[in-house]
């Protein structure tokens, strides 16, 4: 009976014990890799009893989205960006809020000075990254909308983990899986661990940073940008914000979002 109970209490721990799937990276930031990634097929993360929810998604063999998607001009790419996936080797985000940053003749875009080398990419075609640090210390992720030229784009302001969590927080330093891991723009470059090295990477390519095709959000919510007080009041004040409605994967202040027809 001894043996019989011993043999059943080891069981049971064997059982609890978690499967780890994820690889764990050394470094917080590293340079684009130059050897693209041909694997397409993602994991779900499952969410601990004691997180928000994340959704799962199926792990079907995504799509990058073509070069076209981003050929548009940036107020109608950052709805359409919702939902999309973002991912860089075994950490995959769904985009839960954006930004329209950056726009011709908008005193809060970054290239209102003209091209600069920090702002190049901003002036680069649809579909690359424009990379920049906030405070030297927060690298911000920002998609490049419309024709070569133009200078405008869609900031990343919150996404919801859904591979490689174990990776997240190690390079987020929090063991944690509720949205405070993920709702702000400089902890999405931090997650997927970029620098201003990943600018100008072209996110519609295989390998490095790619942004794959995901489901459209049933409803969405939208309000006024957030941190541009030093533009001019026309621009602070436009409703450029787009988020994932019932979601707890969004930054704050959330008080300012609205069903569109409100």
Aim: hydrophobic share 35%; charged share 20%; with cysteine.
């Amino acid at each position: 009976m001894k043996r019989a109970r011993r043999f059943k209490r080891v069981a049971t721990e064997t059982s609890k014990r978690p499967i780890l799937s994820n690889r764990l990276k050394d470094d917080d930031v590293e340079p684009p890799p130059r050897q693209p990634s041909h694997s397409l097929t993602t994991a779900v993360v499952k969410p601990r009893s004691d997180s928000f929810p994340i959704q799962e998604i199926p792990p079907p063999k995504m799509t990058i989205l073509p070069y076209t998607f981003f050929q548009i001009d940036a107020l109608d790419l950052a709805p359409r960006l919702l939902g999309k996936f973002l991912r860089r080797d075994d950490v995959v985000l769904q985009i839960t809020e954006v930004v329209e940053a950056y726009r011709p003749n908008d005193s809060a875009c970054h290239g209102r000075f003209g091209i600069t080398p920090r702002t190049a990419p901003v002036f680069g075609p649809g579909g690359h990254a424009y990379v920049y640090l906030c405070y030297g210390l927060h690298s911000m992720l920002n998609v490049v909308a419309d024709k070569e030229g133009v200078g405008a784009a869609v900031l990343i302001r919150a996404c919801a983990p859904i591979s490689g969590l174990e990776t997240i927080q190690q390079r987020r330093g929090q063991k944690t899986s509720k949205p405070v891991l993920l709702t702000e723009p400089g902890k999405i470059g931090q997650a997927l661990g970029l620098s201003t090295e990943w600018s100008n990477h072209p996110l519609y390519t295989s390998g490095g940073l790619e942004i794959l095709d995901g489901p459209q959000p049933e409803n969405m919510l939208i309000g006024p940008r957030v941190g541009i007080n030093y533009a001019l009041p026309e621009h602070v004040n436009v409703w450029w914000r787009f988020a994932i409605a019932g979601t707890p994967w969004i930054s704050a202040p959330k008080n300012t979002l609205r069903p569109p027809s409100s």
